[in-house]
């Protein structure tokens, strides 16, 4: 039976016992403003119309428009100021297509021109969707029938196996196992071709990965293309950290690989771009033989993502090369404070070369090396007040998963420095 995911769950006892939350990828800071922005305008503008006269609107109209009071304007509640400003006709807080606005997908095709070098059509191969989360389940559901096998890599998102099992997939497992000489993660490629069987339809791969933070390369990549090609396997990837890379690594989009744009799936989604898990924006670009599948499943489930946000996320995609090129230098220097932080501690860690978590070795710290995962994780929550995700939570089979712990450093600095001055009590 699918279970409570064990990583709100850690998200939980975090908010029962006042811990710095490191367990649940999410930021406690704001969302990107210029989407946000893009967000209201699009609630309180209500038409394009709209949205351009609020897009042009000075203090000075406001002025105009509350009755010219200078003092009256300035005692009015910016709630109420908003109100005026609401256009009474609406058509962006309504349904729109469920598989997205035309803008939102025109977007999407630029973005991807623009970042992986291949411009998916809007019409026949983009379907806008209620996150990555979304993304994959309905992709899976598309390419798949109950008895199935699909592979994944453990560790892996916990979301994989548990989609797997709702859809009645079967789940099967290959080992990204820790280099720690070489400071990378790696795959064996005869693992992963002595796993596939008759059965096997997809293989799910996540780049930059959650939680070892491996960036797969363009050599891995294209061993992994030649193995799906080879034996008919459909690709789907989770690319929801693209933009979160360190030390000049490059993100490689399966579906600009030789051959694999009509075997590929891409999930994408901007909870981790745009700061803005709850928003629940992303996409699935399809091969245009599934899309008509892809967009029925979606609308019969959740007919569509929030239109005014779609709206904001059509501002998100747009910001310039320095938005996306500066992103990792901020994660960089959280990555780095609580590096050294759980260092000093005993954790051991091989460097992230992506997204933000670290997926750290806790067999050498005093304290907690005698403790499985998940009493290594409420001993933290409880005695030292951080939250962090057991190990084991991210592996089916073996037990490589039993001296990790998970942390995400997505927080603001304030909160990494806090977790940090909370660690140094295990000194
Ligand atoms: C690898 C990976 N995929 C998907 C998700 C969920 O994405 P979304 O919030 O867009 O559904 C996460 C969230 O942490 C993740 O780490």
Redesign the pocket.
Same mark, same amino acid.
Request: proline share 0%; charged share 5%; glycine share 22%.
């Given at each position: 039976m699918v279970k409570e995911s064990t990583i709100r769950l850690m998200t939980r006892l975090a908010n029962e016992n006042q811990a710095v939350n490191l367990s649940q /990828?999410f930021t406690d800071e704001s969302a990107i403003y210029e989407m946000v922005w893009g967000g209201i305008a699009a609630s309180l503008g209500g038409t394009q119309d709209g949205i351009d006269r609020l897009e042009g609107t000075t203090i000075k109209d406001v002025l105009d428009k509350t009755g010219g009071s200078v003092e009256d304007l300035m005692g009015m509640k910016l709630k109420d100021v908003l109100k005026t400003l609401q256009n009474p006709k609406d058509a962006y807080n309504q349904y729109c297509y469920p598989f997205g606005l035309v803008e939102l997908r025109n977007a999407i095709a630029e973005y991807t021109q623009r970042f992986q070098g291949f411009r998916p059509d809007p019409e026949t191969e983009i379907t806008v969707v209620l996150? =990555?989360?979304e993304g994959l389940f309905t992709s899976l559901r598309a390419i798949c029938s109950p008895g199935d096998e699909i592979i994944v890599m453990q560790p892996y998102?916990e979301?994989y196996p548990s989609q797997a099992e709702i859809l009645g997939l079967e789940a099967k497992y290959i080992t990204l196992i820790e280099n720690k000489e070489k400071g990378t993660w790696e795959l064996d490629y005869s693992e992963l071709e002595g796993i596939i069987t008759g059965k096997t339809k997809v293989l799910v791969l #996540?780049t930059p990965h #959650?939680p070892t933070g491996k960036v797969f390369t363009r050599d891995e990549m294209s061993a992994i293309a030649d193995i799906c090609k080879k034996h008919n396997i459909i690709v789907i990837t989770?690319e929801?950290y693209e933009h979160i890379l360190y030390d000049g690594r490059k993100h490689i989009c399966m579906a600009a690989m030789d051959g694999m744009r009509e075997r590929t799936f891409v999930v994408n =989604?901007i909870?981790k771009t745009g700061n803005a898990?709850g928003w629940r924006v /992303?996409w699935i670009i399809s091969p245009q033989a599934y899309t008509t599948r892809v967009r029925a499943l979606h609308d019969t489930m959740v007919i569509q993502s929030p239109t005014p946000l779609q709206k904001g996320v059509v501002k998100l995609l747009g910001m310039d090369d320095s938005f996306h090129k500066n992103m990792p230098n901020e994660y960089a220097r959280k990555c780095q404070v609580l590096t050294d932080s759980i260092k000093s501690i005993g954790f051991n860690v091989t460097p992230p070369e992506g997204s933000y978590y670290l997926f750290a070795d806790y067999t050498n710290v005093p304290a907690l090396k005698s403790m499985t995962p998940m009493d290594a994780a409420i001993f933290l929550i409880k005695e030292v007040g951080v939250a962090t995700v057991p190990g084991d939570n991210f592996y089916a089979i073996g037990n490589s998963g039993d001296s990790y712990l998970r942390f995400a450093f997505c927080r603001s600095i304030e909160s990494l420095e806090e977790a940090a001055r909370r660690f140094a009590k295990l000194r």
């Open positions: /990828g996150g =990555a989360t998102h979301m #996540n #959650n989770d929801i =989604a909870s898990t /992303g």
